[in-house]
């Protein structure tokens, strides 16, 4: 059976746990009359046909032999006045997953009446009905997969369009140019292209900037939405399991475990405050708190060359050896922060920061910009600030600013705008290179193009148009 | 009188510029064609100004002789003046304008007509258009609901036909305007068409109403030249046909003389602007913004001073002068007050006064790729009737409509031109998708992808359709397959030899103030130099081979923009792979649920044939065509 855009779909809409409401949302022609035949109000007739647009009613949800299943609350909402432009139902349960499940079952039971929506069909919808540009697509599938505060604000910036305004404001005055420059080639005697390279090449290295900036925020974007990715390397018995405890523990919130399917690995994502970090956790670190896994050379070279951020534990109280100098030499490019654990053992301490360039450890430099080493002890739990600290100077330049700009998070964006970004340039190089103006529109429409497939917009008859409605055209 | 005069295969309404394209296509290859004109001593006519080219119609004529089309060939035989433009800018936008003898140039083109094998030339008026329903279900799957079977004459004569090309020009339904005077007549005081509008909406044909203008002629012995800056032609000529000998076309030219418009012509304008038929609202038909009468342009841009006039001859059999730049429709006495106000015309005298013309032309959205009208079997439409307006855009679609014409009667595929291939291209899918409120002027920002539609390689582009589909001889079409090979191994060849850093190589670097060589590099590499040129080279290069220069410059175009001539044609391959997603002819749009209601109802009204025509029309936005595509996929599967 192929799926196409005029079958009618369903599907739980919200979480799948024992939360006190659930809902299940039905869209498309047959929704309300796939819906009625399960529903009956207080006095046990099947009447939703006649509800209102916009209502919510009470009743019961009941199965083929008209057994009730639960208590429901049911709202209708006719096309075009609903998120998917289609005529859409909503079924309020009892939540329960068991309950949710058995009401989308009886919901979906005949496939050419209903059937189970596909991921992002709803918003899919949305989009092929017109509701929603794609930024805004996207942004809804962003908010439903945001982890953490930021990515969610993030993802509301896009859905209320801030990053279609600054790029649609991009595209005008790109068009604007090249508006401009066909019009001199077409009508010499009322547009002059003297001066003109010049410029434009100011506006040019404005647009460049302005890119460059979006693109800037497109890492720390990412970052801060999908969280740092993080390795705990050192030897056994350095605090490796006690570390992880601690950021797992109760000053820190396990959002997600998700057991790696592919790897011997648990995945955590860890709050630190408002830093998320993406910790890569091998397995065995886990088993137990006194049964202690070595990790060693092996696991490091493994995981650090995916990591954004690499905690490298040393016990303190221990001279570096071979192995310490082995994982210093694989871990030499990353960022790096060097935790000298068991501060709290003070009268045993042999290694501080000022003496681990000695010898052995002369592969990372610890005074460089990747570098940062501080002094933790887990037993005491101190050292977690400063740890914060140290990932807020190694990845946010010190400053981790609220959600007050608009980042790029979204991978089809960053390409799209990494094209915009090198056409622009050729722009500048044409500009640089004395080619006639002509010329420039190759780059300039490329430029423009790339920018309007991040908003889905396609070039069409709007140059001509410009063309026609800015300026004066001679014979 | 219901009488069969004659039966033929094609009938061309129209002896004008598209008219003469259309019936020496369809005569040549091999149709029984007759030409209909309300006067045969006025064919080829060019009732406006008197040149054949410029800004993107020099493309035009260099892509109608690719493809084996008249008018660079008639050009070349009756110019007074030639001159290639905008040549400080790139080769995408330099385009060649010539100067034409308007009575050579008409004269010339009928006696080719008259020549021509399998063609007729009728002096008389069609008043109607005759049809009859269509029956086999195949064709009305296509959508057509009628057939062409003949042309009715004002005699009452019919001539029945296969199919029959409307090249109506500006004829229908003409009247012209000077002021408070109004001529029911067409151009210049001709005959105008009055019946076959009527034929044409009993039919089922939509029409609108669009206007434009001409300037005065004036005596030129009552012009003072020495006020104005003359203007020279080219030394040496290029010719616009690929097929004349460039030596054929060296000799004396005339000259133009450029003037301008000042603060008292624009005053005497703006005095009596309430006299202009359009300001008084005389005037139903849209005019062309981008060709604007004197008065517009003074009424829309207030702060421009003055605008340029250039005083261009007629022809060497009369003295009268073209005043480009100020057509106009105010009354007499207020143009001769206006003309007079500018430097050297102080005294000029005026043989033809200026005027506006309206006209019935067709809503091209009725248009099918081929410029067949859709519904109608057999019917096709070109030039000015099609709402387009300039000769070369007539010349291009009667040349379009000519082909397609004959290869529907010979049972053979049309032909396609797509917006990377030609201008022509550009101008049919602009009148096919578009809704044009106003007459369609070529222009090079029409096009998108210009550089790859350079008028100095029409050749390359379009003569291999033109030969298949039999205009172009066989000996013609093999001298392009030559030089295509010949441009190749030159490239390869330029890329291929490397000169290192040696005296002479230095000496001749600095010589031409270019940067001596650091490393050893291509011969390829020296001509992306700017102040470099293959000419140049020659004396480091002596194994060069002897080419011709229409090879050399070739070579040296690919070579030096290579990067953006690649960039460009990566833009063309992403739009060719929207064209190439085809919309069956019998979709029904009702099915597409999703659909909004505009873009349906202008689906319906457009009806593309492919993803990338639909995408171009207005009304239809991406979302629209997202879920086309997503419904074509569909039925893909399905079926």
Redo the contacts between chains.
């Keep these: 059976m192929?799926h196409?855009?005029?079958d009618t779909i369903a599907a739980i809409a919200t979480a799948m746990s024992d939360a006190g409401i659930g809902i299940i949302r039905v869209s498309g022609?047959k929704a309300i009359s796939c819906v009625s035949k399960y529903y009956i109000n207080s006095k046990k007739v099947h009447d939703l046909e006649e509800h209102e647009a916009g209502t919510i009613k009470f009743g019961f949800f009941i199965d083929d032999d008209e057994n009730i299943i639960d208590e429901v609350m049911v709202s209708v909402m006719k096309a075009p006045h609903s998120y998917t432009r289609e005529d859409v139902v909503e079924v309020n349960t009892h939540g329960g997953s068991l309950v949710m499940q058995q009401v989308l079952k009886l919901l979906t039971s005949d496939e050419n009446v209903c059937r189970l929506a596909e991921p992002g069909e709803f918003t899919k919808?949305a989009?092929?009905?017109?509701r929603i540009?794609l930024t805004r697509a996207e942004a809804v599938m962003d908010i439903i997969e945001a982890k953490n505060e930021f990515a969610l604000k993030n993802s509301e910036k896009q859905l209320r369009g801030s990053m279609r305004d600054l790029i649609h404001s991009l595209r005008e005055k790109i068009l604007y140019e090249m508006a401009f420059i066909?019009?001199a080639?077409?009508?010499?005697?009322?547009y002059n292209l003297d001066g003109y390279p010049e410029k434009l090449s100011g506006n040019l290295s404005r647009w460049i900037s302005k890119t460059k900036k979006l693109l800037g925020t497109a890492d720390e974007g990412r970052l801060r939405t999908s969280g740092i990715v993080t390795v705990i390397v050192g030897k056994p018995n350095s605090g490796k399991s006690s570390l992880l405890n601690v950021l797992t523990g109760e000053e820190t919130a396990i959002v997600t475990d998700i057991a790696g399917t592919t790897r011997d690995v648990i995945e955590h994502d860890v709050k630190i405050s408002d830093l998320l970090l993406h910790v890569i956790d091998t397995a065995g670190i886990r088993e137990a708190t006194d049964k202690i896994e070595a990790i060693g050379v092996d696991r490091a070279k493994k995981y650090a060359s995916d990591a954004d951020l690499i905690l490298y534990v040393i016990d303190s109280t221990r001279e570096l050896d071979e192995e310490d100098k082995q994982i210093a030499e694989i871990i030499k490019d990353k960022k790096v922060i060097v935790l000298l654990n068991k501060s709290d053992l003070e009268e045993n301490i042999i290694l501080t920061k000022e003496n681990l360039t000695d010898n052995i450890f002369s592969a990372i430099n610890i005074d460089g910009e990747n570098t940062r080493v501080i002094q933790t002890s887990m037993l005491n739990e101190s050292g977690i600030n400063d740890l914060k600290q140290a990932i807020v100077e190694l990845f946010f330049n010190g400053h981790l600013v609220p959600c007050e700009e608009m980042y790029v998070t979204n991978l089809r964006h960053k390409k799209l705008l990494e094209n915009a970004l090198s056409s622009l340039m050729?722009v500048e190089q044409s500009v640089e290179?004395?080619?006639?103006?002509?010329?420039y529109a190759?780059?300039l429409?490329?430029a423009y193009?790339y920018l309007g497939e991040i908003l889905?917009?396609?070039v069409?008859?709007d140059?001509?148009n410009e063309?026609?409605s800015k300026f004066?055209?001679?014979? | 009188m219901d009488k069969i005069i004659e039966s033929v295969d094609v009938c061309i309404i129209g002896a004008g510029h598209a008219g003469c394209e259309a019936a020496l296509a369809c005569a040549r290859l091999g149709l029984s064609t007759m030409i209909f004109t309300v006067s045969a001593d006025n064919i080829a006519f060019m009732p406006c100004n008197p040149h054949i080219g410029g800004s993107s119609k020099g493309h035009l004529v260099r892509e109608i002789d690719a493809l084996g089309g008249e008018m660079g060939k008639n050009i070349d035989k009756t110019f007074l003046q030639s001159k290639m433009l905008n040549t400080s800018k790139g080769p995408a936008v330099h385009s060649l304008r010539a100067q034409a003898d308007k009575l050579q140039y008409s004269l010339s083109m009928k006696k080719i007509l008259e020549n021509q094998e399998n063609l007729t030339i009728k002096q008389t008026e069609v008043v109607e258009i005759l049809t009859s329903e269509i029956t086999d279900e195949d064709k009305k799957k296509l959508g057509y609901e009628k057939q062409v079977i003949g042309v009715r004459i004002e005699t009452g004569g019919i001539y029945t036909c296969k199919s029959a090309i409307l090249c109506t020009g500006t004829y229908l339904k003409a009247r012209c305007l000077c002021g408070e005077s109004i001529t029911y007549t067409g151009p210049n005081g001709m005959q105008p068409s009055n019946k076959l509008s009527k034929s044409l909406l009993d039919i089922g044909i939509g029409l609108r109403r669009f206007k434009t203008g001409t300037p005065a002629r004036m005596d030129g012995n009552s012009i003072d030249y020495s006020k104005m800056e003359e203007q020279f032609g080219d030394t040496p000529v290029v010719p616009f046909s690929f097929s004349t000998n460039p030596e054929d076309v060296q000799k004396p030219q005339m000259s133009c003389y450029l003037t301008y418009t000042n603060e008292k012509t624009h005053e005497i304008i703006r005095a009596n602007i309430d006299r202009s038929p359009i300001y008084a609202g005389v005037i139903e038909g849209v005019g062309p913004r981008y060709c604007p009468s004197i008065e517009d342009k003074v009424v829309k841009f207030p702060d421009k001073i003055r605008h340029q006039v250039f005083i261009e001859p007629e022809g060497t059999f009369t003295n009268e002068m073209y005043v480009d730049g100020m057509s106009s429709s105010m009354p007499e006495d207020v143009q001769i007050q206006m003309y007079r106000s500018v430097p050297g015309l102080e005294h000029c005298k005026i043989v033809k006064n200026a005027y506006a013309i309206e006209y019935d032309c067709l809503c091209s959205g009725q248009l099918s790729p081929t410029l067949e009208i859709r519904q109608i079997r057999g019917l096709f439409s070109a030039g000015q009737f099609n709402g387009s307006s300039g000769y070369e855009e007539a010349a291009a679609q009667g040349l379009y409509a000519g082909i397609n014409c004959a290869m529907q009667i010979k049972n053979k595929p049309y032909i396609t031109i797509d917006r990377s291939e030609g201008y022509i291209g550009v101008l049919v899918d602009d009148l096919v998708t578009k809704d044009n409120l106003e007459p369609y002027r070529m222009m090079t920002s029409r096009a998108e992808y210009r550089l790859l539609l350079r008028q100095d390689n029409a050749d390359i582009r379009l003569r291999k359709k033109g030969y298949e589909a039999g205009l172009i001889s066989e000996e013609e079409y093999q001298s392009l397959l030559l030089k295509e090979e010949q441009i190749k191994e030159e490239i390869d060849r330029l890329k291929s030899i490397r000169v290192g850093a040696a005296k002479n190589i230095q000496e001749f670097m600095i010589e031409h103030g270019s940067t001596p060589l650091k490393t050893a590099c291509t011969l390829a590499e020296l001509i992306c130099r700017p102040e470099l040129s293959y000419d140049d080279l020659a004396p480091i290069d002596p194994d060069r081979p002897k080419l011709s220069k229409a090879v050399t410059d070739q070579v040296e175009i690919n070579i030096r923009y290579e990067g953006y001539i690649t960039r460009q044609e990566a833009q063309v391959s992403a739009f060719k792979k929207m064209e190439e997603k085809k919309i069956p002819a019998d979709i029904n749009y009702d099915d597409v649920s999703s659909l909004r209601i505009e873009a349906r109802q202008r689906l319906k009204q457009f009806r593309p044939v492919n993803i990338g025509q639909a995408s171009r029309i207005s009304g239809v936005n991406p979302a629209d065509v997202s879920v086309l595509l997503v419904y074509l996929d569909a039925q893909k599967k399905n079926n």
Aim: proline share 2%; glycine share 12%; hydrophobic share 30%.
């Design positions: 192929i196409t855009n005029e022609k919808r989009f092929l009905n017109g540009d066909e019009s080639l077409d009508d010499p005697e009322n050729l290179d004395g080619m006639s103006e002509d010329f190759i780059d429409m490329n193009k889905g917009e396609e069409g008859e140059l001509v063309i026609f004066c055209m001679g014979k």
